[in-house]
């Protein structure tokens, strides 16, 4: 059984920086993708970064792009930098893997993913 268990959320300034890290387990392989999602009170999940295990591709939102780096530490741990923080950024985010296909879809959609953390607290504020 898949698991994923995030970690790094906390309260933060705007303009600020913050990691979050996430660990999959229950499934070696290294055919997958694996992304962050998050989600605000009263809005929809969305997708913020996803990352291709093994040849390292990644995609962003637009929203992030050139604030936010996600990286690969291992076949099975992935991270999210997150620099010049804005308010707006507060919400749940979610670590993400998909293994069926392996691939990662295009439009960052959180219904392309079946396995899901519980989720890390971001709350930007001064």
């Known amino acids: 059984q898949v698991q994923l268990v995030e970690s790094g959320g906390g309260l933060v300034q705007p303009g600020g920086s913050l990691r979050l890290s996430c660990a999959a387990s229950g499934y070696p392989s290294r055919n997958k993708c694996m992304g962050w999602f998050r989600q605000a009170p009263g809005k929809e999940r969305e997708g913020v970064a996803l990352?291709?295990?093994?040849?390292?591709?990644t995609d962003y939102a637009d929203s992030v792009k050139g604030r936010f780096t996600i990286s690969q530490d291992n076949a099975n741990t992935i991270s999210l930098r997150m620099d010049s923080l804005k308010p707006e950024a507060t919400a749940m985010y979610y670590c993400?893997?998909?293994?069926?296909?392996?691939?990662?879809?295009?439009?960052?959609?959180?219904?392309?993913?079946?396995?899901w953390g519980h989720g890390t607290q971001v709350t930007v504020s001064s």
């Open positions: 993400a893997a998909r293994y069926y296909p392996g691939s990662c879809p295009s439009d960052l959609s959180p219904a392309a993913f079946a396995y």
């Open positions: 990352i291709k295990i093994g040849d390292g591709s």
